[in-house]
């Protein structure tokens, strides 16, 4: 955005791109598995059970990132001056936890 490459980015804000950054991050492992999955290549089961495992932490990942920056997301611009931090910080362990004990 620096470079004028890319117009219409506020860069007063970062928010948007943490929350575009949370949302598209578990695609790339779901590419993956659809190319193992493939029966002409004849991938090993257990490389594509690792994999596998791997998405869904990466999607769980993402889902309690997403849901934590919305939650502190404003459209004005980040408050740095008020205790969101913290807060955010908290609300994510939880949130991990919490899935974890569900899961």
Same mark, same amino acid.
């Given at each position: ?8 980015? !506020? $860069? ?10 949370? #949302?598209?991050? =578990? *695609?790339?492992? %779901? ?12 991938? !090993? $089961? ?10 869904? #932490?990466?999607? =769980? *990942?993402?889902? %309690? ?39």
């Amino acid at each position: 955005a620096k470079l004028g490459l890319v117009r219409d980015i !506020d $860069q007063e804000n970062p928010m948007e791109a943490l929350i575009f950054g949370a #949302l598209i991050s =578990a *695609v790339d492992p %779901v590419a993956t598995l659809s190319i193992m999955g493939n029966p002409e290549l004849q991938c !090993d $089961q257990l490389l594509y059970s690792l994999v596998f495992g791997e998405s869904v #932490l990466n999607d =769980a *990942v993402a889902i %309690v990132l997403f849901k934590t920056f919305l939650a502190y997301y404003k459209p004005d611009g980040p408050d740095w001056r008020d205790a969101g931090i913290p807060s955010a910080l908290l609300s994510f362990i939880s949130m991990t936890l919490l899935s974890i004990l569900v899961g």
